[in-house]
């Protein structure tokens, strides 16, 4: 088994594109995934598996990995262990964070979680903030709960340009080549991913990613 790092600020279509990694790749775990850790945007098709939320997401308020900010406060046996408590099968297990950009996490996980993989998403922060802002809130009953982690929305703001400024720059420190999410080839290089499975539903043509296996 071995562990997806999976980045992206609110608001970059993340969500959708971790669906499409878990309806497209073979041998993904699964076993986060219950009726507690289920969300469909606000006015989205229910029926259409690339919407909303699904699955573990990481860090204050998102009801997996509370107490995951600053990661170099942690042990890696301890991050095991709470990435254990969630996941009990077999095949990668997706680590979705939008804390890894903060705190410099992603480079820590780069030096202390070797043959795992880091997936990053970018979108331009005012479309990414203005899509946020279009289909999820800060109200008190919202799964996941963003006030821990972004307060209100004038933060929010804030915190999106500056976790996208240092995925940037995590990715150009680490020689990481941005590809389109509109283009399937640009998945391919990802181990069992199957392309006849592939479908974007035309959201992902201002949507950037880059992968890498950790050496």
């Known amino acids: 088994m071995n562990n997806l790092w999976f980045a992206g600020v609110p608001g970059s279509r993340w969500s959708g594109i971790h669906r499409l990694l878990v309806n497209a790749c073979d041998n993904v775990d699964r076993t986060d995934e219950n ?11 229910p029926h259409n598996p690339l919407n909303g939320h699904s699955g573990a997401y990481w860090g204050p308020g998102m009801g997996c990995g509370e107490h995951w900010m600053e990661l170099q406060k942690l042990s890696t046996e301890q991050i095991q262990k709470d990435i254990r408590s969630v996941f009990t099968g077999t095949g990668t297990r997706i680590i979705k964070n939008h804390f890894l950009l ?26 990414s903030f203005a899509w946020w802002c279009e289909v999820m809130d800060f109200t008190e009953d919202h799964w996941p709960d963003y006030r821990p982690g972004y307060k209100d929305y004038n933060t929010m703001h804030e915190r999106i340009r500056y976790e996208n400024a ?25 181990p069992n991913f199957n392309a006849d499975k592939y479908s974007n539903n035309g959201k992902w043509n201002d949507v950037y990613i880059t992968y890498q296996r950790i050496t």
């Open 35 to 45: 009726d507690d850790r289920r969300f469909f945007h606000k006015n989205a098709n």
């Open 166 to 190: 240092y995925m940037l720059d995590f990715a150009i420190r680490n020689n990481m080549a941005w590809k389109p999410a509109s283009d399937v080839n640009s998945f391919t290089e990802l």
């Open 102 to 127: 903060r705190h410099y996490n992603l480079d820590w996980i780069a030096e202390n979680f070797s043959s795992d993989f880091i997936f990053l998403v970018y979108r331009e922060p005012q479309k």
